[in-house]
Every structure is written in C-alpha cells, then in structure tokens.
C-alpha cells in the first residue's frame, strides 16, 4: 500500500477545510442539513474509527453516575457531612455526579428546555444575524465553535451566552432570554452551595472556594443535536474535558451523554428535575489532582432533537490574576503539579485545539 505523500495530505486537508467553509457559509448549522433533507451525513462529519462508539467499551447499564441529594443538607450536622462525604467522593473517583434537590424548579428547567428548541426552530433571520465564531461575542450562535480545528466536525448546533459585568441581556434571543436570566439566578444560589460543600470536602473553610472568585463568569452553551440519518458514523460531541472550573449540565430526556470512568464509558441516565455536574480542568489544576476532570462525550442519535445547556464557571477572565493549585493544599509530601496560568489563557489554548485535546498536561511542572 502507498504510505500518503505530503501533497496528497495537504489535498485532504485543503477538501475538507473547503467543505468546513461552505458549511459555515450557510449559517444554518445541522439543522439546516437536516431540514434540507439530507439521507446520509457529508463526509466532513464522519469520525476517524478509532473516536466512534465501541460496544466493548461501554460499561454495563447497571453502572451509574452518583447522586448527591441536597434535600437534608439544613437537617442537622450528620446529615451535611454525610453530603460532604459523598460528594468528596464522587469529585474524586468520578468526575461527575447529579444533583438533586437543589431548590430550581423543575418547571423552570422546561421552560430553558423549550426555550432553545423554540430558538433553534424559529426565525432562521435570527440565527444568522447571531453566527459568528468570535469568541469575544457576547451571545453568538454557530455549529461547531472549534470547527476549523477538528478533523471532523459534531452533528449539533449551538448558542452561546456569556454572562459577564457587561452583558446587555437584550441580546441573548427574546425566545429564552427570560428563561435563561431566570435560570442563572438559580443556579447562582446552587453554585454557592456547591462552592461550600467543595470547600469542606478538601479540607477547607467553608468560604475558602467563593473567596478565590474563580467562578464568577458563567458561559451558557446551549447545544441543540438534530436527529442524525447514519448516527453510527459522528458524534453529538467529541470526547472532551471541560476548561471550566466547574459545569452545571441541564439535560433533556433523550440522554446520550457518557463519560469515562475506569476506561469504560457510562451513560449518564436523565433524571427528570436534576442536574449534571462536572468538575472542569481549573478545579482539577486547582485541587492539585484531588478532584478529577473528567472526559465526556455525546452520541448521534437517528432521534432528536436532543436538547442541553452547559454552565461554564470560569474565573473573570479580565484579571491578571495567576490560577494555580490552592497553597492551603500544598505541602512537602503534596508538591505542586501544576504551574499558575492565567484563565484567559487557558481557554483560549483549549479552544485554539479542538475538543479532542486535553490542556491540563501542557501546564504540568
């Protein structure tokens, strides 16, 4: 067989970014593939062999994700530490857990749900006054954000918020911006108790985590995956990390999220009424490995649309404020691992490589 020569590699890659420009051309995302009528998926969605789902691999349904239930956290002493304990646990062996209880309605999380379908459905005028892929864009829409850097591109389309000191909420779609601000208020409560219970679960005072304001910016991305006609040969999402501190996941009822754990991938079964919850490679770099970023992934599916939100809490990326591993953590038996970098940095490296990429290495001692 002829080994490839390098003309011939860069024919490949001069197709396929065509390919990728054409579909960016369109602003319609997926959807507007699907709405086209398409019966096969073009070839710039298909992923290499080795990235796409392989039964062998995936763990027995009996396997699943823990839940932490906040129900009982104000009961007494006993019951919040036993909260602790497992949320320690699950942060470290895990990744991952869902989290019930935690006083956002259940309504409210619907109403974010039918706000992007109703986006992603509705005026086509909107979507294209909203696509870009200028990161800096306070609210934007597109499919795919790092597509010129991937080898193949996933079969969804996405809104993106970020919700800073400067947004001018009227310019997040009228369709789900009342959803969406009412939503953050929510979640804003759920995260400063889950900074708390972090903070106990390392050993720390219980304000140490909200003290550091690490994750005082939220970036709502709100990905809408349409029913795919050869699911088998794309992914929804591209196996990843997440370069947040950490990620709230609001998940419609279809699921198709997995994340690896003991090299096998679990599903993430919905719950109705609950949320997902991962720590993200900040948390990871600033536990000094305590706690575990872990990888994910989501499949095509011939049903759909499926629906989720993602909640990135970052650090405020305008501060020239160096992150690194929590000092009260370190110690001669516990060095640090990894070296301070600024979060600005972080995620633009992150994004600049794709989703098949993990930072975290690039910033070991």
Same mark, same amino acid.
């Given at each position: 067989?002829?080994?490839?020569?390098?003309?011939?590699?860069?024919?490949?890659?001069?197709?396929?970014?065509?390919?990728?420009?054409? %579909?960016?051309?369109?602003?319609?995302?997926?959807?507007?593939?699907?709405?086209?009528?398409?019966?096969?998926?073009?070839?710039?969605?298909?992923?290499?062999?080795?990235?796409?789902?392989?039964?062998?691999?995936?763990?027995?349904?009996?396997?699943?994700?823990?839940?932490?239930?906040?129900?009982?956290?104000?009961?007494?002493?006993?019951?919040?530490?036993?909260?602790?304990?497992?949320?320690?646990?699950?942060?470290?062996?895990?990744?991952?857990?869902?989290?019930?209880?935690?006083?956002?309605?259940?309504?409210?999380?619907?109403?974010?749900?039918?706000?992007?379908?109703?986006?992603?459905?509705?005026?086509?005028?909107?979507?294209?006054?909203?696509?870009?892929?200028?990161?800096?864009?306070?609210?934007?829409?597109?499919?795919?954000?790092?597509?010129?850097?991937?080898?193949?591109?996933?079969?969804?389309?996405?809104?993106?918020?970020?919700?800073?000191?400067?947004?001018?909420?009227?310019?997040?779609?009228?369709?789900?911006?009342?959803?969406?601000?009412?939503?953050?208020?929510?979640?804003?409560?759920?995260?400063?108790?889950?900074?708390?219970?972090?903070?106990?679960?390392?050993?720390?005072?219980?304000?140490?985590?909200?003290?550091?304001?690490?994750?005082?910016?939220?970036?709502?991305?709100?990905?809408?995956?349409?029913?795919?006609?050869?699911?088998?040969?794309?992914?929804?999402?591209?196996?990843?990390?997440?370069?947040?501190?950490?990620?709230?996941?609001?998940?419609?009822?279809?699921?198709?999220?997995?994340?690896?754990?003991?090299?096998?991938?679990?599903?993430?079964?919905?719950?109705?009424?609950?949320?997902?919850?991962?720590?993200?490679?900040?948390?990871?770099?600033?536990?000094?490995?305590?706690?575990?970023?872990?990888?994910?992934?989501?499949?095509?599916?011939?049903?759909?649309?499926?629906?989720?939100?993602?909640?990135?809490?970052?650090?405020?990326?305008?501060?020239?404020?160096? %992150?690194?591993?929590?000092?009260?953590?370190?110690?001669?038996?516990?060095?640090?691992?990894?070296?301070?970098?600024?979060?600005?940095?972080?995620?633009?490296?992150?994004?600049?490589?794709?989703?098949?990429?993990?930072?975290?290495?690039?910033?070991?001692?």
């Amino acid at each position: 067989m002829a080994m490839p020569t390098d003309t011939t590699i860069d024919y490949q890659t001069n197709t396929i970014l065509k390919e990728f420009k054409e %579909f960016d051309d369109t602003k319609a995302g997926v959807k507007g593939l699907v709405d086209s009528g398409i019966e096969k998926i073009p070839e710039f969605f298909i992923q290499p062999q080795e990235l796409l789902p392989k039964s062998s691999e995936v763990a027995s349904p009996s396997l699943q994700v823990p839940i932490i239930d906040l129900e009982a956290i104000h009961k007494d002493a006993g019951s919040y530490n036993q909260i602790v304990q497992e949320l320690k646990q699950a942060s470290e062996s895990w990744g991952f857990f869902q989290l019930v209880n935690h006083n956002v309605s259940k309504d409210l999380l619907d109403e974010v749900i039918k706000g992007i379908k109703e986006f992603n459905e509705g005026s086509k005028d909107v979507k294209e006054k909203l696509y870009s892929r200028d990161i800096k864009k306070k609210v934007s829409f597109a499919s795919n954000l790092s597509l010129y850097q991937m080898s193949a591109a996933n079969w969804r389309d996405t809104l993106n918020c970020l919700f800073d000191d400067n947004l001018d909420p009227t310019e997040i779609p009228e369709v789900c911006r009342d959803a969406f601000m009412k939503y953050r208020e929510g979640l804003l409560h759920v995260a400063e108790t889950l900074y708390e219970l972090l903070s106990a679960a390392l050993g720390l005072p219980s304000d140490h985590i909200s003290g550091m304001n690490c994750a005082n910016t939220q970036i709502f991305v709100a990905h809408y995956y349409p029913p795919c006609p050869e699911p088998e040969l794309t992914l929804g999402t591209s196996a990843h990390t997440d370069p947040s501190f950490v990620t709230f996941l609001l998940q419609d009822s279809l699921g198709g999220l997995q994340i690896l754990h003991d090299d096998h991938w679990v599903d993430v079964t919905p719950i109705p009424g609950a949320l997902v919850v991962n720590i993200g490679d900040l948390l990871q770099l600033a536990s000094n490995d305590k706690f575990k970023s872990t990888k994910h992934r989501v499949l095509a599916s011939s049903r759909g649309p499926r629906i989720s939100l993602a909640t990135f809490f970052v650090p405020v990326f305008d501060k020239k404020k160096p %992150f690194g591993p929590i000092k009260e953590l370190l110690s001669d038996k516990n060095p640090p691992l990894y070296k301070e970098v600024l979060a600005t940095d972080y995620l633009k490296s992150y994004v600049s490589k794709g989703l098949n990429s993990s930072e975290l290495s690039y910033f070991k001692l």
